[in-house]
């Protein structure tokens, strides 16, 4: 019932909303100092690195995948094995720039294809919440 919050209610959060407001600010600062930087998210290459094999090599690897990452990966599967069996050798992975979402973009020069990869920030575990590619532009 908001009849029932008082001033010392809100005094009482005050420190928690500045709490929250400096952290919020730490953490775009940081990422603008990544993006000024191009300095990727850790371990992000090496992930993507291992997606690329994988793919490459004919199967999907969901176990460096979130749960709900890897649900909506299975349906486009079938597709994106299609799509890599025509690629070839990956000749170079290098990083092109981040977005400022946060995204690493990674340019990815195959025999007979140029795509970009992106990917978020892992998890604290590890794992892989968001990862795309698309034609390089």
Do not use: C
Request: charge should be negative; charged fraction near 20%; glycine fraction near 6%.
């Amino acid at each position: 019932d908001l009849a029932r919050l008082t001033g010392d209610y809100f005094a009482q959060q005050q420190p928690v909303m500045t709490a929250d407001l400096v952290s919020q600010a730490s953490a775009n600062a940081a990422l603008q100092a990544r993006i000024k930087a191009k300095t990727p998210s850790p371990g992000t290459e090496a992930a993507v690195r291992k997606q690329i094999e994988s793919v490459l090599q004919g199967q999907m690897d969901y176990t460096d995948m979130t749960p709900q990452l890897a649900d909506v990966s299975r349906p486009q599967a079938e597709n994106i094995l299609k799509l890599a069996s025509q690629w070839g050798v990956l000749k170079s992975l290098t990083l092109d720039s981040i977005t400022p979402q946060g995204v690493d973009l990674y340019d990815a020069e195959f025999e007979h294809a140029s795509l970009q990869w992106g990917i978020g920030p892992l998890t604290p575990d590890g794992k892989i919440s968001m990862l795309f590619f698309r034609p390089k532009t």
